[in-house]
Structure formats: structure tokens, C-alpha cells
């Protein structure tokens, strides 16, 4: 693998966690929105990642291969059914009263960031590690 397919690899990865902070703070956003265009409350969305093949050498693939990236499969929403409170008072009740609320959990968002957050730091990581053995490579040339 060339240093610059591990640039590229890290670089996936960037941008799968970019997306998944995006959708972890569109959910908490919209924790208490009720009402959507699609009708009813917001429905938590979130990546579904896969493996990126590599492109792969003669050299490479006789060396058994090389890991590819990561690519957002698809974006998935939450079907299970909405909570429900009792607020009569509310402009989105049922005839019972009842305004139905999305099923997102704010820690479990935050944790979700958290980990995003980290992955991003540790591809960070890998470039300027990177980037480092280029900067070494051309010191041993002067």
C-alpha cells in the first residue's frame, strides 16, 4: 500500500465520521419535533457503514492485499413507534390527547458524537503520522 492509499483510506474514514457527527446532532436537534413534512415526529436517522474495497497492485495483491476504506452503505431510519404524552393542550394531540415524540435518546446521541469524535482525532492521527514518515523520507535524501 502507497503512503498515499493510506491517505486516501484515512481520508474515508474522515468523512464517514463527518457524516455520522451530522446525523447524531440532526437527531438531537429534532429530540422534540413533532411534526415533520413526511407527517408525524422526527424519525432518528443513522450510517450504515461498509468495507471499500482497495485498488490493489500486482505487488499488493500478491502480498496477500490491501485494506480499502469505508463508505456510508446507507442512511437508516428508526421505525420503532414514537413515545407518546399525555398533552391535551399540545397542537399535535390525538383525540386522546396524546402528542406522539420522537424515540431519541440525547445520551445515547452524545455517546454516539463521542465516538465519532474520536475515530475523526484517530484519523487525524494517521495522516499526520504519515505525513511525518514523508517528511523523514525526504531529510534522509538531502
Do not use: C, W
Not at 503512503?3 to 457524516?19: E, G, H, K, M
Not at 413533532?34 to 432518528?44: D, I, S
Not at 413507534?81 to 390525538?94: E, N, S
Amino acid at each position: 500500500m502507497s503512503l498515499n492509499s493510506a491517505i486516501d483510506v484515512a481520508a474515508t474514514a474522515l468523512s464517514a465520521q463527518r457524516l455520522r457527527m451530522e446525523l447524531a446532532s440532526a437527531n438531537m436537534a429534532n429530540a422534540e419535533t413533532t411534526r415533520t413534512p413526511e407527517g408525524g415526529p422526527y424519525k432518528k436517522r443513522s450510517a450504515v457503514f461498509a468495507a471499500e474495497p482497495a485498488l490493489l497492485t500486482t505487488r499488493e495483491e500478491r502480498a496477500g492485499g490491501a485494506p480499502g476504506g469505508v463508505r456510508v452503505d446507507q442512511i437508516v431510519t428508526d421505525e420503532t413507534p414514537p413515545a407518546l404524552r399525555y398533552q391535551p393542550g399540545h397542537p399535535d394531540a390525538d383525540a386522546e390527547g396524546y402528542v406522539a415524540y420522537p424515540n431519541v435518546n440525547a445520551t445515547a446521541e452524545m455517546i454516539d458524537m463521542l465516538s465519532a469524535a474520536r475515530s475523526y482525532e484517530a484519523s487525524i492521527s494517521v495522516i499526520k503520522t504519515i505525513r511525518s514518515l514523508v517528511t523523514a523520507t525526504l531529510n534522509l535524501v538531502r
